[in-house]
């Protein structure tokens, strides 16, 4: 299985833009979905997250309200929606799949994901 993100870019603060997760040679009909991310000179965070079969959508305290995770089940595709962009938004994105469900605790847990997909630089300018 491969994943790849696109859609990052240069955008000024208070902009938008629209992350894609594409999966190919399978899918995770029964797993779960995350978006983390990796400001230069910190460590990968956990940005938001779904599970195929429903549940709790868990964002980042930094990202609510301004971040929506959604998905096309019939593109195997992922989306990251970012809305009222930030300069403290800059970092490499990342998208990271599991084929096994996920417990709510653990969707944040970048262990406990399988798959990971070459990141997308998102810059925001101040």
């Known amino acids: 299985v491969q994943l790849q993100a696109s859609g990052g870019g240069l955008v000024q603060a208070g902009g938008s833009l629209r992350l894609s997760c594409a999966a190919s040679?399978?899918?995770?009909?029964?797993?779960?979905v995350a978006w983390f991310r990796q400001a230069p000179g910190k460590e990968r965070e956990f940005v938001a997250a779904?599970?195929?079969?429903?549940?709790?959508?868990p964002y980042a305290d930094s990202v609510k309200g301004r971040f929506t995770i959604s998905r096309d089940n019939a593109k195997n595709a992922v989306y990251l929606q970012m809305n009222s962009l930030k300069p403290e938004d800059t970092a490499v994105y990342y998208c990271a799949a599991s084929a096994r469900y996920l417990i709510l605790s653990n969707l944040a847990n970048q262990n406990a994901y399988d798959y990971w997909g070459r990141g997308t630089q998102v810059t925001v300018s101040s």
């Open positions: 040679g399978g899918t995770f009909s029964n797993g779960a």
């Open positions: 779904f599970r195929y079969r429903g549940g709790n959508t």
